[in-house]
């Protein structure tokens, strides 16, 4: 497999024939779900097709911020940000978490307002944010040549590595008595008066009272198999990382040309800054009217193409028996190709941006797929229609810095404790029930 080198996990052995709850999935969200209900004293085996953490959440940038968020996410983001400054002392593992500060530039007038406006969506947190003039960003950053009105600098932001922190989370979640399961991908879920009785791996059935799907971009096909309907796409991002480099700057930046982050090993994630490729597939046209008003907006944003990866997902069967293979064993893991195109403009802009990059070499590439909502926005929920069927998925490329704290509101709602936040905005059937969805502007 050509993407990112994650810390491998090495499953458990045995398949417990019962538990309490059944996590589907071992991203860092599901991760955290597991190491939540597993410290509220809750049997839990955890389920992963492939390995731990070897989709998006090892392939994304990295970046754990508050800044710039959808205004939804704040609350949640803000106890999430709060998590991570404990984390390696709750796993006793590294994650590389610190907090190094993100910085928003903006390349004119209007986009200064506008990130100007959006800090007032943490006037009720103590959260150190601030506007920097082109100046200031200058004696922040000696040498850049990046032509900006200003930027929004977040120092109580910060940077995780993402190949260290789902591993080191479901370690710690088994450390607490879960069961984590590899190469163990769940078919289906089985259903007595209706409701979850019990899940059928590939390995065999686990009896249980709850499931948690936080299957990534996998999900909308589990979830469908049992006509739920839920609104995803994937988009295609394209990353680089560098060999380490001396007199790079420590802060995490976005532009429109590119982002970087710091590595713990001394090199640079790089990026486009505003730039992913969309596959046209089979599911574009099953979800159309729910991403037209995002697409309206964000369209600039995005590169369409039509593929071969159009007559892969044709041939996924969207409808198989609990019985036999199932879609998720014949592709373990989403490791599409990167557009080199993307990535090499990325960096060079980069380079005319902080000169100190003319030395770096390239030492990776790879991609992922982020899994989409129409509004952006997570779905962290219960499934009305099957009691005991759980939903957190649909992070858009802002799971990672997000994750710890929606695996614990996540836990919150399949225990019944009071929820860390109002999950009323991440409720799936905000898609069914007639509210206006909308996608409001944010990174």
Known sequence: MPGPHVVPVHGDETLPDACDVVVIGGGIVGCSTALELAERGLKVVLCEKGGIGQEQ??????WVRISMRDPR????????????????????????????????????????????????????????TRMLSAREFGDLLPGSRLPMAGALYTPADGRAEPQKAAPAIAEAARDKGATILTA??????????GAVRGVVTERGSIACQAVVLAGGAWSSLFSGRFGIDLPQLKVMNSVLRTKPLEGGPEQTIWANDFAIRKRQDGGYTVASGYDNIVDIVPASFRHAMD?????????????FRLGLRFLDEARIPRQWSLDEASPFEYNRVLDPVPSRRKQDKALADLKAAFPVFEKAEIAQRWAGYIDVTPDAVPVISDVEAIPGFHIATGFSGHGFGIGPAAGRLMADIVTGRAPIVDPRAFRLSRFSDGSKIELISGV
């Open 291 to 303: 991403f037209l008003p995002a697409l309206r907006s964000e369209w600039k944003a995005l590169s």
């Open 73 to 128: 996410e704040v609350p949640l983001m803000a106890e999430a940000l709060r998590l991570w400054d404990t984390l390696d002392a709750r796993t006793g593992r590294d994650t590389g978490f610190k907090r190094a500060g993100i910085i928003f530039t903006c390349a004119n007038e209007k986009e200064l307002s506008a990130h100007d406006r959006w800090r007032a969506n943490l006037r009720d947190y103590q959260i150190d």
């Open 184 to 193: 163990c991908a769940v078919r289906g879920i089985e259903l007595a008066a």
């Open 57 to 62: 959440s090892s392939r994304n940038w990295g």
